[in-house]
């Protein structure tokens, strides 16, 4: 990157971790910025995302592209930005388990968090999400133990465990993804 550019109202930004020196001087602020895709992540880069959350004050947005089998990384629950309001995990080969659902609910990321896209392992991970996420609005979920054959069950199954208030429905996109919203 030319050391002569200096970018100050970037709004969306996709990045690869770790950031090269030359990316804090290229970007004189953060201040537009409301969006991050992050094409890989693990637990080493937390300093790094937590440094990029604290520079952009109108960040409402993180994704996760996650290209290797990695779990939910333990340090995404020690982030803290309090305008984050959205966070998609995407390409992720992991699938959530009960106690990382739990962990992620009790994170600042989990309370805080609106809309949620998440990969998860069975349908009690999707209750976990529900119950425990308290400022959830809409949640987009792919899961392991639901098919083309058993979705619409899946779904009836659902409205008979989950609270009044959340309406949920099939993704035509994919085989195994719901969307709820409460």
């Known amino acids: 990157m030319p050391s002569d550019i200096c970018l100050s109202r970037i709004d969306y930004i996709t990045i690869k971790f770790p950031l090269h020196d030359q990316f804090w001087s290229a970007i004189s602020n953060f201040n537009c910025l409301h969006a991050i895709n992050v094409l890989s992540y693990n637990d080493a880069y937390q300093s790094e995302l937590q440094n990029l959350f604290d520079r952009a004050p109108k960040f409402r947005s993180l994704r996760i592209n996650q ?58 991970c999707i209750i976990i999400l529900v119950k425990n996420m308290i400022n959830l609005q809409a949640l987009h979920i ?5 098919s083309a054959e058993n979705r619409v069950e899946v779904i009836e199954w659902l409205k008979d465990y989950l609270p009044s208030t959340c309406f949920c429905y099939e993704r035509s996109s994919s085989t195994n993804g719901i969307r709820i919203w409460m």
């Open 142 to 146: 792919y899961c392991q133990e639901i």
């Open 67 to 124: 290209d290797d089998s990695l779990p939910l990384q333990t340090s995404l629950s020690k982030c803290i930005n309090p305008s984050s309001h959205s966070l998609s995990f995407f390409k992720m080969n992991h699938c959530l388990n009960e106690e990382e659902c739990l962990l992620f609910c009790d994170s600042p990321l989990g309370m805080q968090c609106e809309t949620c896209t998440f990969n998860v392992e069975n349908l009690l």
